[in-house]
């Protein structure tokens, strides 16, 4: 998945408003007037190592301190980028899916010690002897917010809605499992009663696969094979994320989504577990600065940030010597991307000499300095039985070879290239000019820096309208198909431009594959090809999780390698919950919110 935020497409769906629950009117309005400026110097700063380092940190920030009051949050978390879409149809950003996941359940969800599937809607399923069918059994007591049943019928219509090629989801090839999912989706069959997933009644969903696929539990849990409600899709369209209430099927309900401002959950007591859930209101926070980030949380703003990017670099040193600064293995990798559609790029000895000019050591120990792992492949270290082929190093003289060979001497004869990087982090930046320094050096190659608005750069990158830029991928689930399966020709995600028949086939075979160790074979070969022989991306180290939080107070948070932590579980010790505060008590903390929050149950005549 895609980090920071999601892909902009030309698509229905990718609403960024929510109507506020309370007063029916629109929370994609600008910041109230009636708002107060506070200028903060943490407390906590004086007893920081370094501080006097930290000059961000006396720094103005700016906190909304609203007329309009309401309960304050059990938990405050620092999100990352602000959201394009909720729809799990339609999203294809972290800071997207994490909201999301916890608006809308799946067969199975994510264990929270350890992102392992555990049932979710289904409460069991039955898989046949060759691996190729799973009858999935859902729960009775599953409904929606709003009080109607989630029936195996709603699972029939979220997944064909994915696939659907008016849908035009980016994610729509994480159903290709199916039988005849991909065929359906590329409109070249028009039953919908042919793809492999029928409702046999209420709760009981039958799933026909292609090939057996051994991750298919996990992909279950992913936010795209997430239950949406047809009857809100159908009534209101484009719009249904922006009719009140919006009918979740998950621990948590929407209240308001104010842009950059907030997005304010709370426990959904209809969640057919929702004795587990643990923080009755949490805030959501957008935020695209790293020192702002710091800042909320140094200041008691926020609780948890748990977006990697906003850790700032030049103080990592100092912040992982905390022992509120947690860093674990991830399952994701920093890259570039080549645009093989213009040259001198549609030439792989070009690709690949820009590839072999970088030191990838220089750029983690001089600029990311947290614990990242130089890439030798593209897929990371950490997954089961799989072992990473070896791509290009670090040859600065094999580069200018290749380079000479392809007709560019000492560079001459290549025009002024732009590489593209986006804006949220300064971490992109500082990487894009020590490449420029690289490739100006090694290969004699003068690179231009473009830096976009988050939006802008995603719609540049989908329009392949660069010749360089910066990307990185999350896995989905615990398998080296998340990784590699995107550069086929056909999937959304491919973002190059590069089409391979033989890479193509390689990734079919393998998922048709029934013995794991040719499986894991055949998926190698395809790297190869990938990062070694073609080499349309050149990646760049694997990433470190980093995330923010006090252990003494906030609890059910566990590291693991999706970096995937439902809110359901996590809690804050030193807070009275909103779940288990009486509708009479009033707040005594300070007030977090700029909106009034109905404290109810969920209703339809809200």
Same mark, same amino acid.
């Given at each position: 998945m895609k980090t920071s935020a999601s892909a902009l497409?030309?698509?229905?769906?990718?609403?960024?408003?929510?109507?506020? $629950?309370?007063h029916g009117t629109c929370n994609a309005e600008p910041m109230p007037t009636g708002c107060r400026t506070f200028f903060l110097v943490p407390r906590s700063a004086r007893r920081m190592p370094g501080c006097l380092a930290f000059p961000f940190l006396a720094a103005v920030l700016l906190l909304a301190g609203c007329a309009r009051s309401g309960p304050t949050a059990d938990l405050v978390i620092i999100n990352g980028a602000e959201p394009e879409s909720l729809d799990p149809g339609l999203l294809t950003g972290q800071a997207d899916g994490r909201v999301a996941l916890e608006l809308f359940e799946g067969l199975t969800r994510y264990d929270p010690t350890n992102a392992a599937p555990i049932p979710g809607l289904a409460e069991s399923w039955d898989i046949s002897p060759d691996g190729r069918v799973y009858t999935f059994h859902l729960r009775p007591n599953a !409904?929606?917010?709003?009080?109607?049943?989630i029936t195996a019928r709603d699972f !029939?219509?979220?997944?064909?809605? !994915?696939?659907?090629p008016g849908t035009a989801s980016e994610y729509a090839g994480v159903l290709f499992y199916l039988k005849n999912g991909e065929e359906y989706c590329s409109g070249n069959l028009k039953d919908a009663s042919q793809v492999g997933v029928k409702a046999m009644d209420d709760h009981t969903l039958r799933v026909e696969l292609k090939n057996p696929t051994p991750f298919f539990l996990d992909l279950c849990a992913y936010v795209t094979l997430r239950v949406v409600p047809r009857q809100a899709i159908e009534k209101y369209g484009d719009r249904w994320l922006m009719t009140r209430p919006v009918p979740c099927s998950g621990a948590y309900e929407l209240v308001a989504w104010r842009v950059n401002d907030r997005i304010r959950l709370r426990k959904n007591p209809r969640y057919w577990d929702a004795k587990h859930t643990r923080s009755g209101i949490v805030d959501l926070l957008p935020c695209a600065s790293a020192n702002t980030a710091l800042n909320l949380y140094e200041t008691g703003a926020a609780d948890v940030v748990w977006d990697k990017n906003l850790v700032p670099g030049?103080?990592?040193d100092i912040l992982l010597k905390r022992s509120d600064f947690h860093s674990f293995s991830y399952l994701g990798t920093y890259f570039i991307r080549f645009n093989v559609t213009r040259k001198p790029f549609d030439d792989a000895r070009v690709r690949k000499a820009f590839a072999l000019a970088i030191d990838k050591k220089r750029i983690v120990e001089k600029i990311t300095k947290g614990g990242e792992q130089i890439a030798s492949g593209y897929t990371p270290r950490g997954i089961p039985g799989y072992d990473t082929p070896e791509g290009l190093g670090y040859e600065p003289e094999t580069a200018r070879k290749l380079l000479a060979a392809a007709g560019f001497p000492g560079g001459e004869g290549i025009p002024l290239v732009q590489y593209l990087c986006d804006t949220t982090s300064r971490l992109h930046e500082q990487i894009a000019v020590e490449l420029q320094d690289m490739w100006q050096v090694e290969l004699g190659v003068h690179v231009e820096i473009r830096k976009l608005e988050w939006k802008t750069y995603l719609r540049a990158q989908g329009d392949l309208d660069y010749d360089l830029c910066r990307s990185s991928w999350i896995g989905d689930y615990i398998d080296a198909n998340t990784f590699l399966d995107m550069f086929m020709s056909n999937n959304g995600n491919n973002r190059t431009g590069w089409k391979n028949p033989r890479y193509d086939g390689l990734i079919r075979e393998a998922n048709a594959q029934l013995d794991r160790l040719?499986?894991?074979?055949?998926?190698?070969? $395809?790297?190869?090809?990938? !990062?070694?022989?073609e080499a349309p991306i050149a990646p760049l180290y694997y990433y470190a999780g980093l995330m923010d939080y006090r252990d003494s107070e906030i609890k059910g948070i566990f590291p693991n390698v999706l970096d995937v932590h439902p809110i359901q579980a996590i809690y804050k010790m030193s807070a009275k919950s909103n779940a288990q505060r009486s509708k009479s008590e009033m707040p005594t903390a300070r007030q977090r919110t700029g909106f009034s929050v109905h404290n109810g149950p969920p209703t339809t005549d809200r």
């Open positions: 497409r030309e698509k229905p769906g990718a609403l960024r408003r929510f109507w506020n $629950a309370e !409904v929606w917010s709003t009080g109607e049943p !029939v219509y979220s997944w064909l809605r !994915v696939l659907n030049e103080l990592l040719k499986r894991i074979s055949l998926l190698r070969q $395809a790297e190869t090809v990938l !990062v070694r022989e």
